[in-house]
């Protein structure tokens, strides 16, 4: 069964930073692009408001950032742990929203066409992700 579990998340303060994991099993993490995506406090994933904070090939060597984010996060992946993470520096109330990991397929592919984004040449859908883990960015 895939399954991808996020942690990491909590409450911080603005300016403050967190590390996000992604731990990945049941499936070849190693062939798919990832990405870090967001959503609103209390709306499902698929609503509209979904955000792509960052995305990462399957090996690691292409990234994107939302502009919203660039300079301040940074996607990284361990192929061999078959992890993903997000650092999150200088974080922003606006940043404050749950948190999903999500593979990566062609849009045409994808289980959902709530967010498709055109990356390395090609658009890419979400399909599959897990629960989430939650960011507040509070004083």
């Known amino acids: 069964e895939d399954q991808l579990v996020e942690s990491g998340g909590g409450l911080v303060q603005p300016g403050g930073s967190l590390r996000l994991s992604c731990a990945a099993s049941?499936?070849?993490?190693?062939?798919?692009?990832m990405a870090w995506v967001r959503q609103a406090p209390g709306k499902r994933l698929e609503e509209k408001g979904l955000?792509?904070?960052?995305?990462?090939?399957?090996?690691?060597?292409?990234?994107y950032y939302a502009d919203s984010v660039k300079g301040r996060f940074t996607i990284s992946r361990d192929n061999v742990k078959n992890q993903l993470y997000l650092q999150m520096n200088s974080l922003k109330t606006e940043g404050t929203a749950r948190y999903y990991c999500a593979t990566l397929v062609p849009a045409g592919a994808a289980a959902t066409q709530a967010l498709v984004i055109g990356l390395w040449g090609t658009d890419y859908g979400l399909d599959y992700w897990g629960q989430g883990t939650l960011v507040t960015i509070s004083s």
């Open positions: 049941g499936f070849t993490f190693s062939g798919y692009a």
């Open positions: 955000e792509c904070v960052a995305a990462i090939n399957s090996g690691g060597r292409s990234t």
